[in-house]
């Protein structure tokens, strides 16, 4: 079994900037990517930045150029660096892990205020 702890989330002003953590712990075969999703209230969850195996990362256009996704291998633990963040990335971020199956992390709230 394998367990995904994030951390990080927190109430901001808009301008500012956090950074979340995603640890991945337990029975580890082997991991294809990580990265974080979110879901704000009314509307489904979106992919925010994936990080594959070998490092390629894909974001979403809009957190391009203001977000970083990053990981270190040997913590099996992801990033999420946000910058210049806006109200409209308010939401519940979620971490995933690709690996033989898929798995979520619990979602950590991040709301920014105007």
């Known amino acids: 079994q394998v367990q995904l702890v994030e951390s990080g989330g927190g109430l901001v002003q808009a301008g500012g900037s956090l950074r979340l953590s995603c640890a991945a712990s337990?029975?580890?075969?082997?991991?294809?990517?990580m990265g974080w999703y979110r879901q704000a209230p009314g509307k489904q969850r979106e992919l925010v930045a994936f990080?594959?195996?070998?490092?390629?990362?894909t974001y979403a256009d809009s957190v391009k150029g203001r977000f970083t996704i990053s990981r270190d291998n040997a913590k099996n633990t992801v990033y999420l660096q946000m910058n210049s963040l806006k109200p409209e990335d308010t939401a519940v971020y979620y971490c995933?892990?690709?690996?033989?199956?898929?798995?979520w992390g619990q979602g950590t709230q991040v709301t920014i205020s105007s």
């Open positions: 990080i594959a195996s070998g490092g390629a990362t």
């Open positions: 337990g029975t580890i075969f082997s991991i294809n990517g």
């Open positions: 995933k892990l690709v690996g033989y199956n898929v798995y």
